[in-house]
């Protein structure tokens, strides 16, 4: 199983940046969908972002254009690039794994087993 860990959280004001790491252990990481997911205080677990092995990427529709996820397979770290926060960016952020034999939409988060322990980003006003 892959082991997932991210970094990068903390507290930035609306129209700043942040960037967050996941690290991944495995020899079979470049073969995996990457993805990010989010959860804010009483709401559910929301898709943000996903990239595959061959490079294609996925967005939700309120983080297009403004987040950016990207990876290095020789750090074997994923990162998500994040621009123009809003207030209501603020939640837990999730790294997650995908083994290349699942079917399904990227934005399932029943599709990955593999989870990181979740970063912590607050945008304030």
């Known amino acids: 199983q892959v082991q997932l860990v991210e970094s990068g959280g903390g507290l930035v004001q609306a129209g700043g940046s942040l960037r967050l790491s996941c690290v991944a252990s495995g020899r079979t990481f470049s073969t995996y969908t990457m993805g990010w997911f989010r959860q804010a205080p009483g709401k559910e677990r929301e898709f943000v972002a996903a990239?595959?092995?061959?490079?294609?990427?996925y967005y939700t529709d309120s983080v297009k254009g403004r987040f950016t996820i990207a990876r290095d397979n020789a750090k074997n770290t994923v990162y998500l690039q994040m621009a123009s926060l809003k207030p209501e960016d603020t939640a837990v952020y999730y790294c997650a794994a995908r083994p290349p034999y699942y079917s399904g939409s990227y934005s399932a988060s029943d599709g990955y087993p593999n989870w990181g322990q979740g970063t912590q980003v607050t945008v304030s006003s």
């Open positions: 990239r595959t092995w061959g490079g294609s990427t």
